[in-house]
C-alpha cells in the first residue's frame, strides 16, 4: 500500500480507512492512505484493482505521464479522431501505442535497407561502418544514414 507513513507518523483505522497523524502536519490534520490491508475488509472492486495492478506489475507494465501543450493535445485528438474507424476515435492510449509500434516496424525497415551498405569513405558495412570517425565527411555513408533515420 503506497509509501510508508514517515518516522513519528502515528498510524490509526477511522471509518475503514488507515489515517496517518504525520507530525509535521497540524495536530487535528488527517492524511487518508487508503483501505486497510487486511483483504477481507476490502471491497471487491479493490479487490478487483489491487489484483489487476499485481498482474501489471507482474508483466512489466509501467505508467507513463506525459505533458501536452494545448497544440499538441488538439493535434493528438485530431490524430485520434481521423485515424479511427466507423466514427469512433482511438483513445490515446490506443493511438500512442499504434504510433510507436508502427514507427518501430518502419524504422527496422529503414536499417534492413541499410545494413550491409559500404561505405563510400572508409569502405566498411553499416551499421558499424566507421563508427563516427569520419562523421562529418559528406560521404560518411553512416551520418547521412543517422540523419535519414532521425525524426
Known amino acids: ?5 514517515s518516522s513519528g507518523a502515528a498510524v ?32 471487491p472492486e479493490a479487490r478487483r484493482k489491487r489484483g489487476q495492478r499485481e498482474r501489471e506489475k507482474a508483466a ?4 507513463i505521464e506525459l505533458k501536452f501543450s494545448v497544440t499538441e493535445r488538439a493535434e493528438l485528438d485530431e490524430g485520434r479522431a481521423g485515424r479511427g474507424s466507423q466514427g469512433e476515435p482511438y483513445t490515446t492510449t490506443e493511438y500512442l501505442k499504434t504510433l510507436i509500434r508502427n514507427d518501430v516496424m518502419r524504422l ?6 541499410l545494413d550491409g551498405r559500404i561505405c563510400k ?12 570517425t569520419w562523421g562529418r565527411e559528406a560521404l560518411c555513408l553512416l551520418a547521412r544514414s543517422e540523419i535519414a533515420l532521425a525524426l
Open 1 to 5: 500500500m503506497g509509501k510508508p507513513p
Open 12 to 43: 490509526m483505522e477511522f471509518a475503514g480507512f488507515k489515517v496517518v497523524a504525520d507530525p509535521r502536519l497540524p495536530p487535528d490534520a488527517m492524511i487518508v492512505t487508503g483501505h486497510s490491508d487486511e483483504e477481507s475488509e476490502l471491497t
Open 60 to 63: 512489466g507494465v509501467e505508467v
Open 108 to 113: 527496422r525497415n529503414e536499417r534492413e535497407k
Open 121 to 132: 569513405n572508409c569502405q566498411k558495412a553499416l551499421p558499424r561502418g566507421c563508427g563516427g
